[in-house]
């Protein structure tokens, strides 16, 4: 019954910006993240970003830090990733998760149980 639902991603040039959002619906357990990984073909799924229930702190890779932000509006039930100066190499299926406990490596996409369908992102002039 857990549903996340990704929207935004197109087609940019790079240097340009996005912002996905991710809809949770169905969670009838208390979730302690949400996160926003993305997968390239021929690439493991990896993690950009993450954001902790508890305090609203957030973590970012090391290849993604200062521009992108993840933000969350719990009455919308939404998780946002602002993506800014983007570039070829942020283009993949982006994908929000959660996971069914504290994750101890929250960018370990094993540790992420429920997932959305994903959204293309492609970076390319």
């Known amino acids: 019954q857990v549903q996340l639902v990704e929207s935004g991603g197109d087609l940019v040039q790079p240097g340009g910006s996005l912002r996905l959002s991710c809809v949770v619906s169905g969670v009838t357990f208390d979730y302690y993240s949400i996160a926003w990984f993305r997968q390239a073909p021929g690439k493991e799924r990896e993690g950009v970003s993450s954001i902790f229930t508890s305090d609203g702190s957030k973590r970012y890779a090391d290849s993604v830090q200062a521009r992108f932000t993840i933000s969350r509006d719990i009455a919308k039930n939404t998780v946002y990733l602002q993506m800014n100066d983007l570039k070829p190499e942020d283009t993949g299926v982006y994908y929000c998760?959660?996971?069914?406990?504290?994750?101890?490596?929250?960018?370990?996409?094993?540790?992420?149980?429920?997932w959305g369908q994903g959204t293309q992102v492609s970076v390319s002039s």
């Open positions: 998760g959660i996971p069914s406990r504290l994750a101890s490596d929250w960018e370990d996409a094993a540790e992420y149980d429920h």
